[in-house]
């Protein structure tokens, strides 16, 4: 073999050596297209500062896990006791925070039990917490 052939296979092997080189550093790198956060998604949080009050109490409840900055609608439903009954007695609007948290007061006006439900407008994410509420 002549010293310019061998001169050229052997500039062939590092050449190929090279790209398979390139190839692997790139193959075996993780993919990019993972997804933000979890998946699925968390389900909402709603929760009061108290479950059992008597009436004329105030109760906080605060949500969580929604969109950022999303209009929630709260449906406050109550069912007298010994009554098979139940209605609305409030609905509101507000807005979550940068972090998809909300609070709302709700007055406790009459015994008996009242369910707070909470929806969020684009995520569809509904959550619902109990208040009983005493003599």
């Known amino acids: 073999m002549s010293r310019n052939r061998a001169s050229a296979v052997l500039s062939a092997?590092?050449?190929?050596?090279?790209?398979?080189?390139?190839?692997?550093?790139?193959t075996t790198s993780p993919?990019?297209?993972t997804p933000r956060g979890p998946y699925p998604p968390p389900p909402p949080s709603l929760v009061v500062n108290k479950g059992v009050v008597k009436y004329g109490v105030t109760v906080k409840a605060k949500g969580s896990k929604y969109a950022k900055?999303?209009?929630?609608?709260?449906?406050?439903?109550?069912?007298?006791?010994?009554?098979?009954?139940?209605?609305?007695?409030?609905?509101?609007?507000?807005?979550?925070?940068?972090?998809?948290?909300?609070?709302?007061?709700?007055?406790?006006?009459?015994?008996?039990?009242?369910?707070?439900?909470?929806?969020?407008?684009?995520?569809k994410k509904t959550a619902t917490v109990m208040v009983y509420v005493l003599d």
Do not use: H, R
Request: proline residues 1%; aromatic residues 8%.
């Open 69 to 123: 900055k999303e209009k929630v609608y709260i449906t406050v439903y109550f069912k007298a006791k010994g009554s098979k009954k139940t209605k609305v007695v409030k609905t509101a609007k507000v807005y979550t925070d940068k972090n998809g948290k909300f609070s709302i007061n709700v007055k406790m006006s009459k015994p008996g039990t009242v369910q707070i439900k909470a929806t969020g407008k684009t995520s």
């Open 13 to 26: 092997l590092v050449a190929m050596l090279a790209m398979t080189a390139g190839l692997l550093a790139f």
């Open 31 to 33: 993919a990019s297209a």
